[in-house]
């Protein structure tokens, strides 16, 4: 039988409390202000600009482009054409006379650059100082002056848990704010976009477009710039990074210091993160830091006392988990530097302090361009920290290297970055080696190459 509606009503009712008059009143703290994001939106915003960047390029145009089969075979027979590229992407402006700061991958290969603020003013732009490792770029807006800019924040401070903002424009819709918090710091096992190193995650919205853009704090500081997701749609899953603020300020200082190229601290070392095993194999009460594998013997590191089998553990006063990480600390600090090391040796905590210097440029490079040969088009270099560095090279990588190839050296099959091992069973050891072996009188070539750590075989005919 089904009970009457009435007879649910009075049990009901004396379930509620009974209803109170809402209170207004005047917010009585920092806090309770802050539970709004506009007053740090009103202030931030216009520092942060949109970025449009063109490139041209030369594309080949193959008859066989709308056959699929034909394509796969015929794709470089055919007349170039240029085209052009377009990117969109966002800034930070930094300093009120045009400094903005953006993505490598935006700007870093563009050949015109436009930025448009947020009040609708346009400049011409041109690039300072890119570099594609660390996905950073830094450009000087033309005729500028008095513009709205952010004050970098020492990132070395920020807290997993803080509330942030992402400033930028999504997919072009228009300058866009998310607001979100930071969900993790020292994610340095990524390569993404072309930079890698170590991020800030949060899980702020960040879309494409957003690239280059702000991530700030609730007093309006910069905190790092907006760089990459990780995601499988295109759109944001909630994992995005950003590069730290105080990475950004060692590339700025060297950007006002006219460096073509960023230039970063060279350590001279091998390491890896101390898992559970190595902790267990070494003694250690729990796995932290990064034990030192090998040194070169020009290694500022070994200079200052330490050597294979010690575990960095701070550098400045900062946690060191990762390679990547101790690269990053090196960076941000930059060439010139001193360095505070805290390291393990044999179950003791010890101090040093290490001198931040660029990779030696020693022994001479002896830089050799062949012209006239079967090698022609062919650059090889003697292997030195410097050249080693700038190539991304092993740190034991000794001998040749190939610094390009053009012409027939390229038809060849060689590439930058290739260890020139033998030509035709003549061992190369110096750049002469090269000159030599190329005079030789041969119909058939062999050259032996070690390319990304594996042997490989050329094998052409004149």
């Known amino acids: 039988m089904r009970l009457p509606v009435l007879f649910a009503v009075p049990i009901l009712a004396t379930l509620l409390p009974l209803a109170v008059p809402a209170e207004t009143r005047v917010p009585a703290s920092a806090s309770e202000i802050a539970l709004s ?12 600009v949109n970025i449009y960047a063109t490139r041209v390029v030369e594309q080949r145009v193959s008859p066989f482009a709308a056959d699929p089969f034909f394509d796969r075979f015929f794709r470089d027979l055919g007349r170039r054409q240029p085209r052009v590229q377009n990117s969109l992407g966002s800034g930070v402006i930094v300093s009120a006379d045009g400094i ?3 993505n490598y991958h935006v700007v870093g290969q563009a050949d015109a650059i436009r930025v448009v603020l947020n009040d609708r003013r346009e400049y011409e732009a041109e690039v300072m100082l890119a570099d594609e490792d660390s996905d950073l770029a830094v450009l000087r807006l033309s005729d500028a002056a ?6 970098l924040r020492d990132s070395d401070g920020v807290e997993v848990g803080e509330l942030v903002l992402a400033i930028g424009n999504p997919f072009g819709v228009g300058q866009t704010v998310s607001q979100g918090i930071v969900s993790g710091l020292a994610r340095s096992g990524l390569s993404i976009d072309g930079g890698r190193g170590y991020f800030i995650q949060t899980d702020a919205a960040i879309n494409p477009g957003n690239s280059g853009g702000a991530l700030v704090d609730t007093a309006g500081r910069l905190l790092g710039i907006n760089t990459a997701i990780l995601t499988q749609s295109g759109g944001s899953n909630g994992i995005g990074f950003a590069i730290p603020a105080n990475l950004v300020r060692s590339f700025l200082a060297q ?6 190229r960023f230039r970063r601290p060279w350590a001279g070392v091998n390491g890896q993160a101390v898992d559970a095993a190595m902790a267990d194999a070494m003694g250690l009460p729990r796995p932290e830091g990064v034990v030192l594998t090998e040194l070169d013997a020009a290694s500022p590191f070994r200079k200052a006392g330490l050597r294979a089998g010690d575990v960095v553990l701070m550098i400045g006063g900062q946690r060191t988990d990762s390679p990547q990480e101790v690269m990053f600390r090196l960076s941000a600090m930059g060439i010139g530097a001193t360095a505070r090391v805290t390291y393990l040796r044999d179950g003791d905590e010890r101090e040093a302090e290490v001198a931040l210097i660029a990779p030696p440029d020693d022994p001479p490079r002896e830089t050799l361009t062949l012209r006239e040969s079967v090698l022609a088009g062919l650059t090889v270099e003697r292997i030195n920290p410097a050249v080693s560095a700038e190539l991304g090279l092993p740190l034991a990588a000794e001998g040749v290297v190939v610094r390009d190839a053009e012409s027939f050296a390229a038809r060849a099959g060689l ?5 020139l091992l033998e030509i035709n069973g003549r061992r190369v050891e110096r750049p002469r080696d090269v000159l030599i072996a190329s005079r030789e009188n041969a119909r058939w070539w062999q050259v032996d190459i070690l390319r990304e750590g594996q042997p490989l075989r050329l094998r052409f005919r004149l």
């Open 100 to 102: 903005v700061v953006s």
């Open 415 to 419: 590439r930058p970055g290739d260890l």
């Open 146 to 151: 008095d513009l709205p800019f952010l004050p």
């Open 255 to 260: 950007a006002e210091a006219g460096e073509e």
């Open 37 to 48: 994001f506009a007053p740090v939106v009103r202030e931030a915003a216009p520092a942060v």
